[in-house]
């Protein structure tokens, strides 16, 4: 089966054609175009602009990936596209444009979960991927830990109580000042540093239940600079920082894994999202993993980040809804 699959819900316009078989799924093209040059100078995606981007960029990013693909829309024998969660206005883009396109060209037409898309990007190397499984989502918005039973049926067992770990890679560049999206630049700065910097201290949750919090990680790192200002003036000290940044975020977010491998008997670990791209965090859960005697999946980073080939191999095995025409694109979309 050939998918295309439409993925615009924050500043990421992509498009892909997969082939679905019984080996799995496998990428036929994938064509990703990122604003980060428009959201830059705000330190964050500014929703209007990256709705308005997706609109202008969203035709070209189609017909590149169709044409790489070397395929005709009337070849495609489904569209998948994300329906939610995510930002309205680029969603209802991409959502209207997979509708208009498939009503057209007589196509079936899904909108896929952009959650269940990050956990099937696994489904390309490992479409036989045992399951119980654990899925940690992490991006610049979620930072969730699912039970996947299946490809398409997840669980929220737990969740960050504010920021999302990559607002706190995302702050800390900030701070640094070394640029925006932050994530891929602290992770190049730890990369080369050797130096670490003193430990930042973990949250305590006075209810004991497990949690994530990285909001005190931003504010620890904004008062060490601040109370001294030479720390982002030399390349050591911001090296130093960054490192301690990657494995503070690491060893919290894997924290508490174990704890539910052993609950819910899981047979293996997914790590997806614009996080999962960080090095620490990618050396991290492959080495727990090992320890837990458990799969490790981590999607290749462009497949991490948002992309049209997840929704694809999503929506590729997803049921047809009863009601595609009437569906709309949900910004706060359940699973
Ligand atoms: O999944 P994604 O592309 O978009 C959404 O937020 O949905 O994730 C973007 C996030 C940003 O916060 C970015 O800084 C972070 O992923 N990120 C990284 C790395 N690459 C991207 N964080 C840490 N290390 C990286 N190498
Ligand atoms: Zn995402």
New binding site residues.
Partial sequence: MLVLGLES????CSAAVVEESARGPQIISLIRKTQDHLHAPYGG?VPELAAREHLIQLRSVIQSALTQANVKAADLERIAVTRGP?LIGCLLTTFSAAKAMAWYSKVPFIGVN?LLG?LNAARFAEPNLPFPALALL?????THLYLAESWVNLRLLMKTRDD????A??KT?RILNLG?????????RAKSAVELAPPFTPPKFKDGTPSWSFSGLKTAVKQRVESNPALSKADESVGALCKTV?ET?TAWLLKPIPDFVGIHSAASLVVS?????????RAGAARLGKKLGITVSIPE?RL???NGAMIASAGAILSASAAPWTENADADLKL
């Fill in positions: 819900s924050c500043d990421d995606v995510g952009h990050h992490v991006s610049g918005g979620h999302a770990a990559g607002e890679f995302d560049a925006y999206p932050g994530g891929p630049a602290v992770d190049e990657n975020i999202g614009g996080v999962a791209c960080n090095s620490e965090l980073p991490c980040t948002d």
